[in-house]
């Protein structure tokens, strides 16, 4: 069976400068800049968004709490010679919050910068980690702030307080018994 679906992409939004990137959910598409437009378009107001991250998910290394205690040191080392590179490191801490970006790594492979950011955060003991490295990140530019989410703002459409649905449906109800 040949899979038809388009590459998924995570979705990391700032609702506000200074705030840390939060993940948002998912967008599929064709390539990167077609994703960072779905995910505006899907997730701009939900919070309110001044900056986007969209990342290939394959190029996300995670493990979850248990995962790791239950790995211990049986995790084989990667023995390949890589060079350096930056990684984001995100984190879950509680199952009904978003994965949140709690800080950066350098490391020579996903493997390392999961060891690097459990050596470096791991007391904050987090659910589960994502690191992913910083190239595989796309953007939106802050210059384009303005162009890319002030807009969304007028889209009442994604706004469910425009869809007063238990109210109507209350009004239908004793409409019927009547």
């Known amino acids: 069976m040949i899979d038809t679906q388009w590459p998924r992409f995570m979705v990391f939004q700032q609702e506000a400068v200074g705030k840390p990137f939060i993940h948002n959910g998912t967008v599929h598409a064709p390539d990167i800049d077609m994703a960072l437009l779905n995910a505006r378009d899907v997730f701009a107001?939900?919070?309110q968004a001044v900056a986007m991250w969209v990342v290939p998910a394959d190029a996300i290394y995670t493990h979850t709490r248990e995962e790791l205690s239950n790995q211990g040191a049986r995790q084989p080392a990667d023995q390949r010679i890589r060079e350096l590179a930056d990684y984001f490191v995100f984190a879950k801490f509680d199952k009904q919050d978003q994965c949140r970006h709690i800080g950066e790594v350098q490391a020579d492979s996903p493997q390392a910068a999961m060891s690097a950011a459990i050596k470096e955060f791991g007391s904050r003991d987090p659910l589960w980690w994502w690191v992913f490295p910083k190239s595989a990140v796309l953007s939106s530019?802050?210059?384009?702030a303005s162009a890319m989410y002030e807009p969304a703002k007028a889209k009442t459409f994604k706004d469910?307080?425009?869809?007063?649905?238990?109210?109507m449906m209350?009004?239908?109800?004793?409409?019927k018994k009547k």
């Open 170 to 175: 209350r009004e239908i109800r004793a409409k």
């Open 45 to 47: 107001r939900r919070p």
């Open 160 to 167: 469910q307080a425009e869809y007063p649905v238990v109210t």
């Open 141 to 144: 530019a802050p210059e384009e």
